[in-house]
């Protein structure tokens, strides 16, 4: 078994303590074809999609209505990318997940579809633009240091399709980082249902269980693992939902617009190819982010770090932030076989109560429910960017801030963390700065 990034390893291929957003493969790639795969992944990942008809007849496509027009607009590796601070910004790197309720269940808004969309080609209205506002409020800890935390409100104006009231569910989500996503998607499914404990069996108050998903292609329901409700199962069709839904793009995944029947200019728009991002550019993608390693975990042998280790351990985080997952046999790519790495996720959903539900069921998750966040980037985030923010709305500044936001089964260990001394929660923040 090839271990990565664990304590007292060498660090493989990607690794490097002193980058922030190094797209380097996890191991050496095989051969010169796959490092000409990984290229063109990366470049696919920089590529500025043209409005159809475009000039060089293979990247055009964009939209109708899409929120970025490339993938790298949102997505980065280890930066959570800012979300709006005031009504003047716009949703560059966030966007609004909408659903309502039809006959007992819950389904895509019939005018708006599945998120909204705030910018268009030209002749096509954009579906909306989106504010965002913060309620403040203040937070004491046991020993009486305040902390301030704050709520975000979702403001719509200038919706084209009809008012977005309170009877439409909506979700802000901030654009997660892209780092290691390949080694999550090869972790066996059976190590996933190893962990889980609906009925919390043991006693522990944690009661992590998937989400399930009807494949889009196997046609069969499979474990979710992507996004932040784990409502996407595989690599592959997370990466063509962004581009059906973030830039409306079409693939062999997804090979109808995302338009609805409510938005005429949207269906009229001419096309860029049939589908528009062809198989083996999804596959030049897909590949791309398979091999992309995660970053090295830093300041390993920092005795404050590993005191924070342990309390991070003594408080019940690791209950649901697991260190250790390992890929399984992979017959295609053989050298990500056996690969241990360390995370900090179980990939399941828990409920992390009222004070972040969205009220937003997606699939088998509940309003209340998210799926496990990897903590592996933490501590570069905002050091590639001093404005990174945290959680999956991104409303937390500060690491302190998304602790004291959970609730529900991680309830218990938020309560400690607000109980420790200062000295304490200093080598705990330490430790989580180092991942």
Request: glycine residues 8%.
């Amino acid at each position: 078994m090839l271990a990565i990034f664990s304590t007292g390893c060498t660090p493989l291929a990607g690794a490097n303590d002193n980058t922030t957003d190094r797209l380097a493969p996890v191991v050496p790639l095989p051969d010169a074809q796959s490092r000409a795969r990984f290229e063109r992944g990366r470049a696919l990942m920089q590529q500025i999609w043209q409005i159809a008809p475009g000039k060089d007849g293979q990247h055009d496509g964009l939209g109708p209505l899409f929120n970025a027009a490339s993938c790298q607009g949102c997505h980065s590796t280890v930066t959570r990318r800012v979300v709006p601070e005031s009504d003047s910004d716009r949703l560059l790197s966030a966007l609004v997940r909408v659903s309502v309720r039809q006959n007992g269940a819950t389904v895509p808004h019939p005018s708006y579809g599945a998120q909204l969309n705030e910018l268009a080609i030209v002749g096509v209205p954009a579906e909306v633009r989106t504010q965002v506002r913060y309620t403040d409020r203040k937070v004491n800890l046991d020993d009486g240091t305040p902390v301030w935390v704050r709520e975000p409100q979702l403001v719509f104006h200038d919706a084209s399709y009809g008012a977005l009231d309170r009877r439409v569910m909506t979700s802000l989500r901030a654009s997660p980082p892209i780092i290691g996503v390949g080694l999550l998607d090869l972790v066996p499914e059976e190590v996933l249902l190893e962990y889980a404990d609906p009925d919390d069996k043991n006693g522990d108050g944690i009661a992590g269980r998937p989400n399930r998903i009807a494949h889009a292609e196997l046609k069969r329901a499979v474990i979710g693992r992507f996004g932040w409700k784990a409502n996407s199962p595989d690599l592959r069709t997370q990466i063509a939902t962004a581009l059906l839904e973030d830039m409306g793009l079409t693939s062999v995944v997804f090979p109808q617009s995302a338009c609805t029947p409510a938005q005429p200019e949207c269906l009229q728009a001419a096309s860029g190819g049939d589908p528009e991002v062809t198989e083996a550019m999804l596959d030049d993608l897909a590949f791309f982010l398979t091999w992309l390693a995660p970053p090295a975990h830093r300041n390993l042998k920092d005795p404050e770090r590993r005191r924070g280790e342990a309390l991070f351990r003594s408080i019940g985080c690791a209950a649901c932030h697991r260190e250790t997952l390992t890929t399984g046999e992979n017959a295609r790519y053989p050298a990500l076989s056996r690969i241990e790495f360390h995370p900090y996720t179980d990939l399941l959903l828990h409920d992390l109560g009222a004070g972040l539900a969205d009220g937003r069921p997606d699939h088998d998750a509940t309003g209340g429910d998210w799926r496990t966040p990897p903590l592996w980037g933490l501590g570069l985030a905002q050091a590639a960017n001093p404005e990174a923010r945290f959680l999956h709305d991104g409303r937390a500044r500060t690491l302190t801030e998304a602790i004291l936001w959970h609730g529900g089964e991680a309830q218990r260990s938020r309560d400690r963390f607000r109980a420790m001394n200062a000295p304490d929660r200093a080598a705990l923040l330490r430790f989580l700065e180092s991942l």
